[in-house]
């Protein structure tokens, strides 16, 4: 039976809300920059990339997954999922990019959570959290639909013979 490992993660710093180092820093700007850390430190080609699935609670924008990938520089042909389940968004986020790696054959899959509670909810002031570079001409579905940290972590499919230790070395090195 195929397993799916983390290979590597990143995520910002932890920042007051309201008047923090992120203030008013789209989630989607948060989720990019963990996500391109994340996969540059897995050194996995970004191309590798088969699907983003994040995990956002309120205030995320458009399709948030999607745009977050787009923004880190993956390729447009990677897939994006958000997940809005409240406070366990994230983590069903990680759930189900490992359910895709054992379970439908992906081969590298990237997930995490993000959230940013000093930026609006688009619902209530349009397009406030959305980071300026999805502005003008931008590839695909960029702009998505409706749908203070961020993390991202790289997944990938190993053989069985790849232990928990092995993965803890590799982590903490």
């Known amino acids: 039976m195929r397993e799916a490992v983390v290979v590597s993660y990143a995520r910002t710093g932890l920042a007051k809300s309201l008047w923090?180092?992120?203030n008013m820093t789209p989630a989607m700007s948060m989720a990019a920059h963990a996500i391109?850390?994340?996969?540059?430190?897995?050194?996995?080609?970004?191309?590798a990339v088969e699907d983003v699935y994040l995990g956002n609670g309120a205030h995320?924008?458009?399709n948030l997954a999607r745009l977050?990938?787009?923004l880190a520089g993956l390729p447009v042909t990677t897939a994006g999922a958000t997940i809005q389940r409240r406070c366990s968004s994230g983590l069903n986020a990680i759930a189900l990019a490992a359910n895709y790696i054992t379970e439908d054959g992906a081969d590298v899959v990237v997930a995490g959570g993000v959230e940013s509670?000093?930026?609006p909810n688009p619902r209530f002031r349009g397009a406030a959290n959305m980071d300026p570079?999805?502005?003008g001409d931008v590839p695909g579905d960029?702009?998505?639909t409706d749908t203070a940290d961020a993390v991202g972590f790289c997944f990938a499919?190993?053989?069985p013979r790849v232990t928990h230790r092995t993965l803890e070395r590799s982590l903490s090195g």
């Open 68 to 70: 977050s990938g787009l």
């Open 142 to 144: 960029l702009h998505g």
């Open 20 to 22: 923090g180092g992120f």
């Open 60 to 62: 995320g924008a458009g």
């Open 157 to 159: 499919a190993h053989e």
């Open 117 to 119: 509670i000093s930026m």
């Open 36 to 47: 391109e850390h994340a996969v540059a430190k897995s050194n996995v080609e970004p191309e």
């Open 133 to 135: 570079k999805t502005a």
